[in-house]
Nanobody
């Protein structure tokens, strides 16, 4: 497995921006897919954005045009740039990795709160 540590969450006003980071404990170049999920109170965990090691990207419809996922293999880090944040984006955001070598791994989560 791989240890994943998220950072960058916090409190932001509507229409604000945050950048989440996910630092991995090992090289991520061979990890097939990494991404971000979120879970709001009383709701199921849902996929936000994923990126493969070949650069294939998928976004949830709710965040298309506002969020951008990227991975820096040299730094073993995955990012989620979140712009035009809305109160509905409030959730705990989890980093995720899945691949033949590492199996499935989750970070501990970072809280994002969008409120005025």
């Amino acid at each position: 497995q791989v240890q994943l540590v998220e950072s960058g969450g916090g409190l932001v006003q509507p229409e604000g921006s945050l950048r989440l980071s996910c630092a991995a404990s090992r090289s991520i170049g061979s990890i097939y897919v990494m991404g971000w999920y979120r879970q709001a109170p009383g709701k199921q965990r849902e996929s936000v954005a994923t990126i493969t090691n070949r650069g294939g990207i998928n976004y949830a419809d709710a965040v298309k045009g506002r969020f951008t996922i990227s991975r820096d293999n040299a730094r073993n880090t995955v990012y989620l740039q979140m712009n035009s944040l809305k109160p509905d984006d409030t959730a705990v955001y989890y980093c995720y990795a899945n691949g033949a070598v590492v199996g499935t791994s989750w970070g501990q989560g970072t809280q994002v709160t969008v409120s005025s």
